[in-house]
């Protein structure tokens, strides 16, 4: 009789233990993770997004950008956003990005608009983003891939930019040749990009991109 309640218990224990290891295994695959690396500064990274330029050239320009939980004064947090072309219409296609130009609006490239920020305080401006404390980098160099495209994103770069250091919202200091890399894997909120445009018609102020669709 002894014998059999110890088996019971062992079994129930058994079952509680693999529930629990299934429940951990389905919240690790269902989370959005990634991270943000600039020289040997990381921030991790939770929510990406898409928004969708429409047709230039013979590309989509859909750009891609990825936060971290939190951007605050109190701890450092990091934003992530690529300017990019694709071959498909309301989707990043497959594949490896390189660096081009945006006026050549070439399929699988990314352009020098691009910007990552690392530090905190960070907001959205009219055309660039900033950050008061931390460092704000552009792409010169590098990859940016694009591994799975479905209801989940995979992505990554590893590449090189020109950096910029701030302290209390002053530009410090500025350095070439920095590498910084992302990855980034969970599901992306799509919508339709948005536009800043000149006050004057005469202004020749160039057509910009409001990038507060990370902030909401």
Known sequence: MNNSIKLLVLV?????????SDDESNQ???SNK?????????VELSQGY???YGVRGNAYNIDFSVRSKTIS????????????????????????????GYSEATAYTFTKWG?????????????????????SIRPLSGTFKVSENGQKYKVSFTGKGTASFYKDGVLASTQNDVAFS???????KKSEGKTFTAKK???????????SVIFN
Do not use: R, W
Not at 12 to 20: D, E, G, K, Q, V
Not at 34 to 42: A, D, P, R, Y
Not at 75 to 85: P, S
């Open 12 to 20: 129930f224990i058994t079952l509680l233990s693999s529930c629990s």
């Open 50 to 52: 898409l928004e969708n």
């Open 28 to 30: 690790d695959t269902n």
């Open 73 to 100: 004064e109190k701890e450092d947090g990091a934003v992530v956003y690529f300017e990019l072309f694709s071959s498909l219409q309301n989707n990043l296609a497959k594949g490896d990005y390189s660096f081009a």
């Open 201 to 211: 018609i005469s202004s020749t102020e160039l057509l910009q991109k409001n990038h």
């Open 34 to 42: 990634g991270f943000l690396k600039i020289g040997s500064q990381t």
């Open 115 to 135: 910007q990552s920020l690392l530090g905190k305080n960070i907001n959205p401006g009219k055309g660039d983003l900033s950050v008061s404390n931390g460092v």
């Open 182 to 188: 992302m990855q980034y894997f969970g599901d992306v």
